[in-house]
């Protein structure tokens, strides 16, 4: 059964780095991907960065440049290296796994779904 559990948030001031962990487990098949979303307090949930089995990536505009989406195959791992943090990017962050082959950040294209971590940046 496919699984997605998430590791690595944190508290850090504004300017610093953190990365976080998506380890994924139970998937027979090549062609999925997984996305990083976060949601802020009285916000609504948004998608950050999405990279599929084969490698191609997707981020959001906000984020390009900052962020760093890859991938450890042989570990069914998928790393969000963030840096230059800022006050704003303070959320609790999710991991999550959709098939196919469109790479897309839309939420209700991921099926499988982490609990989340928290990211907060002090200003």
């Known amino acids: 059964q496919e699984h997605v559990v998430e590791s690595g948030g944190g508290s850090v001031q504004s300017g610093g780095s953190l990365r976080l962990s998506c380890a994924a487990s139970?998937?027979?098949?090549?062609?999925?991907?997984i996305g990083w979303f976060r949601q802020a307090p009285g916000k609504e949930r948004e998608g950050v960065a999405g990279?599929?089995?084969?490698?191609?990536?997707t981020y959001e505009d906000s984020v390009k440049g900052r962020f760093t989406i890859s991938q450890d195959n042989a570990k069914n791992i998928v790393y969000l290296q963030m840096n230059s943090l800022k006050h704003e990017d303070t959320a609790m962050y999710y991991c999550?796994?959709?098939?196919?082959?469109?790479?897309?950040?839309?939420?209700?294209?991921?099926?499988?779904w982490g609990q989340g971590t928290q990211v907060t940046v002090s200003s």
């Open positions: 999550a796994a959709g098939t196919g082959w469109r790479l897309l950040l839309h939420e209700a294209l991921y099926l499988y």
């Open positions: 990279i599929h089995r084969d490698g191609r990536t």
């Open positions: 139970g998937f027979t098949y090549t062609n999925y991907y």
